[in-house]
């Protein structure tokens, strides 16, 4: 089946076009990336218009790339949820007037499902089941995934995501927009044991990354509010250290307590250089294989949303034009909703 993907859950605009869930012929993405940083992070309502500019320019990308037209696409997939509702929208009607306009399938997807099926666009496939943990701004959280549709909750975050916490920090910092991408950078030329920030919840399935984010807080405030030069680097690395350490290992641990050996480690914070270093050597050493895409589908797009889409249009699925965006959409709620 060759399936149109649609995504705009957040602030990136995209489109894909992928065949029998698998092989993506396209992969276009329009970034509003420099329209937020002059505010330090998403503006909702800015996103939304941003979106109405760009998705039918980004979906004749994503057509002509694949070298395919409307007349070739047997279905169309797009993100219904979780995310910003007025971003959601803007991706939810085109694809319900293309659908209807062509009569042809449609179905709503998860982006979370998406971001975990994302490794099946790559050569690095698992077999079901396995672990998944969903790293972003948005969302951290841990999965034991049966099949498509088929997933039970291990753990999530209590308060920030992981990648919301990379954020805040940068903010704090005053290192620029977006946070996560800066510090991943800046962190390699520090020292990850100069500071030693804490590791909250040790003996839960759960995350909590408010206390690591005070912590930097407080640590700027006893510096008058001037870190810079060396020892910038070094607390952002300590800082990033911690954050990465809580998901390593509870994710490792998350593995060991219910027998698992494979593990797919997805979402933007998944495109963190530390973060595939540290999941591949831990899981060397005990034993059990891990799965990561490439960075390109780490972050938010379109062909993961097709490839979700692809199972559940083979499986029958059809969603009505009556169909809402979601904000809230827990994985675990997907298959009954």
């Excluded at 990033?240 to 219910?258: F, H, M």
Aim: glycine share 8%; with cysteine.
């Amino acid at each position: 089946m060759l399936v149109l993907g649609i995504e705009s859950s957040c602030d990136e605009t995209a489109a894909a076009v992928v065949r029998d869930g698998e092989k993506m012929l396209s992969n276009a993405i329009a970034s509003q990336i420099d329209v937020h940083r002059e505010y330090g992070g998403v503006v909702p309502e800015i996103a939304s218009r941003k979106h109405i500019e760009a998705v039918i320019p980004v979906i004749i990308q994503a057509l002509d790339d694949a070298a395919v037209s409307l007349d070739d696409i047997e279905g169309i997939a797009v993100t219904r949820g979780p995310g910003l509702i007025g971003s959601l929208l803007v991706g939810l009607s085109v694809a319900k007037s293309i659908a209807m306009a062509k009569n042809l399938p449609f179905v709503g997807v998860n982006h979370l499902e998406g971001h975990i099926a994302s490794i099946f666009l790559t050569d690095d496939r698992p077999a079901f089941p396995f672990i998944a943990l969903v790293v972003s701004g948005g969302h951290t959280s841990l999965y034991r995934m049966e099949g498509f549709g088929n997933v039970a909750v291990i753990g999530q975050t209590r308060d920030d995501a992981a990648g919301e916490a990379f954020d805040k920090a940068a903010k704090m910092l005053d290192l620029g927009y977006p946070g996560g991408v800066v510090i991943d950078r800046l962190a390699r030329q520090g020292n990850p044991s100069y500071v030693q920030f804490p590791r909250p919840m040790k003996d839960s399935a759960d995350f909590s990354f408010s206390g690591v984010k005070t912590s930097l807080l407080n640590y700027i405030k006893k510096r008058n509010d001037k870190v810079d030069g060396e020892e910038l680097s070094h607390v952002v690395a300590s800082y990033q250290e911690a954050i990465v350490d809580v998901l390593v290992e509870k994710t490792i641990k998350a593995a060991k307590e219910t027998s698992m050996d494979r593990i797919v480690v997805s979402g933007g914070v998944a495109a963190n250089g530390r973060l595939r270093a540290r999941f591949r050597e831990r899981a060397g050493e005990e034993g059990v294989t891990v799965h990561i895409p490439p960075p390109v589908l780490c972050t938010d797009n379109a062909a993961m949303i097709a490839a979700v889409g692809e199972h559940l249009l083979k499986r029958g699925r059809r969603d009505s034009y009556d169909v809402n965006a979601v904000s809230r959409w827990p994985l675990e709620m997907t298959a009954i909703s």
